[in-house]
């Protein structure tokens, strides 16, 4: 994990916004049931991002994936079908890290507070917090030990390694201050 964190400071290309996870294979079906799907607009095209549900009314994702009309769909396994065990959640508040910089991606970090809490479920379940002081699509989650401990921000558009994650410990401070004050 300390050597994955330190790819965080070695500059690489920029490119964000993965819209298919590159080498990867099916999972179990909702074995992951604190994954999110977003969609959104943002310059006048619609967009996907992944997230992580860290409370019933929050998720977490990557600053970039900030829009218009954000959706989140819950407990989804494949989302190019309906499934029942699907949520289709608006956002009511998008709140990107205030450091938050497009231009090189630092504090890439956004919490969302949905208009309603998700019903959990055994596909729909909240993800913990890292407590402490793998590639995949922007937005998704690093996950260690049952803990989200990274946001995936961006890498190479071939996805191979490495990728950068936005180390969520360093942000619980702002996200706790966010969630405890909406």
Not at 93 to 100: D, N, Q
Request: proline residues 6%.
């Amino acid at each position: 994990m300390q050597q994955l964190l330190l790819l965080l400071v070695f500059p690489l290309p920029l490119w964000a916004g993965a819209e298919e996870i590159i080498g990867g294979h099916e999972a179990k079906r909702h074995s992951r049931p604190y994954m999110a799907f977003l969609q959104f607009l943002a310059q006048e095209s619609k967009k996907r991002c992944g997230g992580v549900l860290v409370q019933e009314d929050f998720v977490l994702t990557a600053a970039h994936c900030w829009g218009s009309s954000i959706n989140v769909t819950l407990g989804a396994h494949n989302i190019k079908e309906w499934e029942r065990t699907q949520q289709l959640i608006p956002v009511r508040r998008a709140t990107c890290h205030p450091a938050y910089n497009p231009k090189n991606f630092s504090n890439d970090i956004m919490l969302l507070q949905l208009e309603r809490k998700a019903k959990q479920t055994a596909a729909v379940r909240p993800l913990r917090l890292a407590r402490s002081k793998a590639q995949g699509d922007s937005g998704g989650p690093l996950v260690c030990n049952n803990v989200v401990q990274g946001i995936f921000s961006y890498g190479s558009k071939n996805g191979k390694p490495p990728g950068v994650f936005m180390k969520v410990s360093h942000f619980l401070p702002w996200i706790k201050k966010i969630m405890k004050h909406h």
